[in-house]
């Protein structure tokens, strides 16, 4: 009996050591397999108000020994994704706003105690198109795995934040550790004025990208006005310290886009093949096509290749992709 005993703690002990090996080999892969390689997170302050930009910095570092092939541009290109959850142990979803996902990278190689910061990720407006012509297969084909509130924040609460970037020739996918943050409900002036400017996409463009969703003149004078109204009324409010200096910055721009037109459409100015706008609605969309022309002859130069797009919908069937590629092409 007592042979029986000692055989059985011998079993055992060889068991456990077997299982201790494992798991340590499981680990040391895992690090081999990143070899150093670390996707941070950082945001300036812990806690927003409801509707403020959230802005936060990505950065590769690269702690290992041998030089790593990593994106070298951020949520424009969609080689870097941002995941956000309620709760800590929550479901992340991913954020995508207007803009990203839609320049081309290239990869760069990050030398030994390199970093690489991407440019800094505002997140606030996320959108909820109109999606009456989807069908219950489609929508749910569309919106799984993203948020499908206006705002990325809708509420509220504590919330986490993390990023999500690929690396190496393979694409392995690597993860930054979630941030907190704490999102508060206004109070005051600043109540005041979220409640009118809840729920306005043009606004929150604004606070988020400096510039409007519309091209349409008109409304663009009368969100000019509205806004200004604002900044009037309220102009210590944690909202007009966005929107104050987003608006210089879209006149500026504005500007600047009508004098890049006028010269496009001289006899020396950019040959885009563009003839001269009969009014201030043409002039306009003219400027918005020779923009698009000029980006993209420095995002899109011919002689680099793309770094791959990255998308949640992974079946091969492009029937299957249709409502995913729909809803992208609206916008969202």
């Known amino acids: 009996?007592?042979?029986?005993?000692?055989?059985?703690?011998?079993?055992?002990?060889?068991?456990?050591?077997?299982?201790?090996?494992?798991?340590?080999?499981?680990?040391?892969?895992r690090l081999t397999l990143n070899?150093?390689?670390?996707?941070?997170?950082?945001?300036?302050?812990?806690?927003?108000?409801?509707?403020?930009?959230?802005?936060?910095?990505?950065?590769?570092?690269?702690?290992?020994?041998?030089?790593?092939?990593?994106?070298?541009?951020?949520v424009e290109a969609g080689s870097l994704k941002i995941f956000v959850a309620n709760k800590e142990n929550g479901e992340y979803k991913?954020?995508?706003?207007?803009?990203?996902?839609?320049?081309?990278?290239?990869?760069?190689?990050?030398?030994?105690?390199?970093?690489?910061h991407y440019?800094?990720?505002?997140?606030?407006?996320?959108?909820?198109?109109?999606?009456?012509?989807?069908?219950?297969?489609?929508?749910?084909?569309?919106?799984?795995?993203?948020?499908?509130?206006?705002?990325?924040?809708?509420?509220?609460?504590?919330?986490?934040?993390?990023?999500r970037s690929f690396v190496g020739e393979n694409f392995q996918p690597v993860e930054s550790e979630p941030i907190r943050i704490e999102i508060l409900k206004p109070g005051g002036p600043d109540l005041a004025v979220w409640i009118r400017i809840k729920g306005n996409m043009e606004i929150a463009y604004l606070m988020q990208r400096s510039s409007f969703n519309t091209e349409d003149p008109s409304k663009k004078h009368d969100l000019i006005s509205e806004i200004e109204q604002i900044l009037s009324d309220y102009p210590n409010s944690v909202y007009s310290s966005y929107l104050r200096p987003n608006l210089e910055k879209f006149?500026?721009?504005?500007?600047r886009r009508k004098e890049m037109l006028k010269k496009a459409n001289s006899p020396t100015g950019l040959a885009v093949g563009l003839p001269l706008a009969a009014d201030k609605d043409a002039c306009d969309k003219q400027a918005s096509f020779l923009q698009t022309r000029v980006r993209g002859a420095f995002w899109n130069p011919p002689d680099i290749s793309p770094f791959p797009q990255y998308s949640q919908l992974t079946s091969p069937s492009a029937e299957k992709h249709a409502a995913g590629a729909r809803l992208r092409n609206i916008g969202f």
């Open 94 to 116: 991913e954020y995508r706003t207007a803009g990203w996902g839609t320049e081309r990278g290239r990869p760069l190689d990050l030398e030994p105690g390199a970093k690489h």
């Open 119 to 163: 440019p800094e990720a505002t997140i606030l407006w996320n959108g909820k198109p109109k999606l009456n012509h989807f069908s219950d297969v489609e929508l749910n084909e569309a919106l799984r795995g993203r948020i499908a509130t206006k705002y990325a924040f809708q509420e509220p609460g504590v919330y986490f934040i993390k990023g």
């Open 35 to 74: 070899d150093g390689l670390v996707l941070q997170g950082v945001t300036k302050q812990p806690t927003y108000v409801l509707g403020e930009p959230v802005r936060i910095q990505i950065s590769f570092a690269n702690n290992g020994q041998t030089k790593r092939l990593v994106p070298s541009e951020g």
């Open 1 to 29: 009996m007592k042979a029986i005993k000692i055989l059985s703690t011998c079993v055992m002990a060889v068991l456990l050591s077997v299982y201790c090996v494992g798991q340590g080999e499981s680990v040391d892969s």
């Open 251 to 255: 006149k500026a721009d504005e500007v």
